[in-house]
């Protein structure tokens, strides 16, 4: 009996062993607002998308009327929550400050 009870837990081990490891990733959608509606939007969608960091992927964005002619741009993004905090992100996103006023996290979902 022992025998049996050894052998089914290396075989538990080795089917578990062969399961790739779940990454745990944040869908987030943020909302970058800019200073005024003379703005360069398509110059601050370029500058966001042009940060790069290990487990982040950009994904689709659109402009948003906000009022007084001013649009606000919101860009998707997948980080992978092992490698990219959302906090340091924005900052990173903050530090355009010719373009952007702030950045706030409109939706975040677990993947």
Do not use: H
């Not at 944040?26 to 500058?47: A, F, G, H, Y």
């Not at 950045?103 to 975040?108: G, H, I």
């Amino acid at each position: 009996k022992k025998r049996v009870t050894e052998e089914r837990l290396a075989a538990y081990a080795a089917k578990k062993a062969k399961k790739p490891e779940v990454i745990a990733k944040t869908s987030v959608l943020l909302d970058v607002k800019p200073w005024d509606d003379e703005t360069d939007m398509d110059e601050m969608l370029k500058n966001v998308k042009s940060i790069e960091m290990d487990g982040l992927v950009w994904g689709a964005n659109k402009l948003v009327p906000i009022g007084y002619g001013i649009k606000k741009l919101q860009v998707m993004c997948v980080v992978e929550d092992a490698k990219v905090s959302v906090d340091e992100l924005q900052e990173k996103i903050e530090e355009f400050e010719d373009f952007v006023q702030s950045v706030d996290v409109a939706a975040m979902n677990k993947i």
